[in-house]
């Protein structure tokens, strides 16, 4: 699993891999990070996004909450029909801005 940080305006995350359980655990630290821009604009990029378990919904949603409560905005983009169906039936889809492809 990998997160890609890239410093544009806005700032954009590149997710690659599978974010599950164990990969969640290691690429915690990366999210924590990326706290310094939850008052800003983020758009994180799930076009190379393999796998999401709950453990890396739960990282999203406390990206989330953090960039809410700091006053900033999170998208998300260029999702897979299988990341979309998780983000459905988890009820996510209703939780985050997702920008069309």
Do not use: W
Request: glycine share 6%; hydrophobic share 40%.
């Amino acid at each position: 699993m990998k997160v890609e940080i890239i410093n544009d305006n806005p700032v954009c995350v590149k997710l690659q891999g599978r974010l599950d359980t164990t990969a969640a655990i290691e690429v915690a630290p990366d999210f924590q990070n990326l706290g310094t821009y939850a008052s800003g604009h983020m758009v994180i990029d799930c076009s190379e996004l393999e796998y999401i378990s709950s453990s890396g919904l739960r990282l999203l949603l406390a990206l989330r909450k953090e960039a809410a409560a700091k006053g900033g905005k999170l998208q998300i983009r260029n999702m897979s029909d299988d990341i979309q169906h998780i983000f459905k039936i988890t009820g996510f889809t209703s939780l985050f801005e997702i920008l069309p492809e």
